[in-house]
């Protein structure tokens, strides 16, 4: 091959890996998706639900759309938010790892424990998961939340506007925790999110025979909400949402007086 050839194929390369998520995580961070992570990868909508069993690599996918939104998006600013600031960093780390594939083709200008700031002016920051400290940040070409049921609705209303002007995307990630909130809510009846939903039996990692063990050791209640993504009703409830529900309806009767 001559020698001129090689900026071509290099440009052709990364042309291919800027278009194609899965592309760029098996060639260039080592990392073979499932079947349900490529499709998501590769998934254009700007509003996405991830109801996925706890450990099928939910957080791993989104963090490598993280880490390809910065990459490939000059100057785009991504933000990752959970719960707590611990759970927040534990999703930074996974994007950190993956970064640190890319080797000398992707030096960070900067990093700490909540910021890596690249070359080309992008930023993903991890979020503190409290709604009086958030609203700082506008502008966000991608908002990921983590364990996205647990995040209270005032902190999720609260970062909603970081997308107003930009129109970026937003990826929610989590297993059920109940019939409750703003997750139960948008995944019930939130038309314009493209919704995912992973139960265990789904991921090739899990074996039947952990889930079998696990079933009787967690209980019905607990395995079907963190391996089945089922939304249930809390255990203290004294009635199912669904008959309280019944008693309620939106049609008026007219009297006349």
Same mark, same amino acid.
């Given at each position: 091959?001559?020698?001129?050839?090689?900026?071509?194929?290099?440009?052709?390369?990364?042309?291919m890996c800027a278009l194609d998520p899965v592309a760029?995580?098996?060639e260039v961070l080592g990392f073979d998706p499932d079947?349900?992570?490529?499709?998501?990868?590769?998934?254009?909508?700007?509003?996405?639900?991830?109801?996925?069993?706890?450990?099928?690599?939910?957080?791993?996918?989104?963090?490598?759309?993280?880490?390809?939104?910065?990459?490939?998006?000059?100057? #785009? @600013?991504? %933000?990752? *938010?959970?719960?707590?600031? $611990?759970?927040? /960093?534990?999703?930074? +780390?996974?994007?950190?790892?993956?970064?640190?594939?890319?080797?000398?083709?992707?030096?960070?200008?900067?990093?700490? #424990? @909540?910021? %890596?700031? *690249?070359?080309?002016?992008? $930023?993903?920051? /991890?979020?503190?998961? +409290?709604?009086?400290?958030?609203?700082?940040?506008?502008?966000?070409?991608?908002?990921?939340?983590?364990?996205?049921?647990?995040?209270?609705?005032? *902190?999720?209303?609260?970062? $909603?506007?970081?997308?107003?002007?930009?129109?970026?995307?937003?990826?929610?990630?989590?297993?059920?925790?109940?019939?409750?909130?703003?997750?139960?809510?948008?995944?019930?009846?939130?038309?314009?999110?493209?919704?995912?939903?992973?139960?265990?039996?789904?991921?090739?990692?899990?074996?039947?025979?952990?889930?079998?063990?696990?079933?009787?050791?967690?209980?019905?209640?607990?395995?079907?909400?963190?391996?089945?993504?089922?939304?249930?009703?809390?255990?203290?409830?004294?009635?199912?949402?669904?008959?309280?529900e019944r008693l309620f309806s939106n049609e008026i009767?007219?009297?006349?007086?």
């Amino acid at each position: 091959m001559r020698s001129g050839d090689s900026m071509p194929n290099m440009l052709t390369q990364e042309l291919m890996c800027a278009l194609d998520p899965v592309a760029w995580a098996c060639e260039v961070l080592g990392f073979d998706p499932d079947g349900w992570q490529a499709d998501v990868l590769r998934s254009r909508s700007p509003r996405i639900l991830l109801n996925c069993c706890r450990q099928s690599g939910k957080s791993t996918i989104a963090s490598i759309m993280a880490l390809h939104r910065a990459v490939f998006r000059p100057g #785009s @600013l991504v %933000l990752l *938010l959970s719960p707590s600031l $611990r759970q927040s /960093s534990e999703l930074f +780390k996974k994007v950190v790892m993956f970064h640190r594939e890319l080797g000398e083709t992707s030096k960070p200008e900067s990093i700490s #424990s @909540l910021r %890596l700031e *690249l070359p080309n002016r992008s $930023r993903i920051v /991890s979020l503190p998961g +409290k709604e009086a400290t958030v609203r700082g940040f506008s502008g966000a070409s991608l908002l990921i939340i983590d364990e996205a049921a647990r995040v209270p609705d005032d *902190l999720y209303y609260s970062v $909603r506007p970081m997308l107003a002007v930009s129109r970026g995307r937003m990826i929610a990630l989590s297993t059920p925790f109940g019939t409750r909130g703003w997750w139960y809510d948008a995944w019930m009846n939130g038309l314009e999110w493209e919704r995912w939903e992973i139960p265990a039996s789904k991921c090739p990692r899990i074996s039947p025979e952990f889930l079998d063990e696990e079933r009787k050791v967690l209980g019905s209640f607990w395995f079907e909400q963190e391996y089945n993504c089922k939304f249930i009703d809390s255990q203290t409830c004294a009635f199912r949402r669904e008959d309280l529900e019944r008693l309620f309806s939106n049609e008026i009767e007219e009297w006349d007086i």
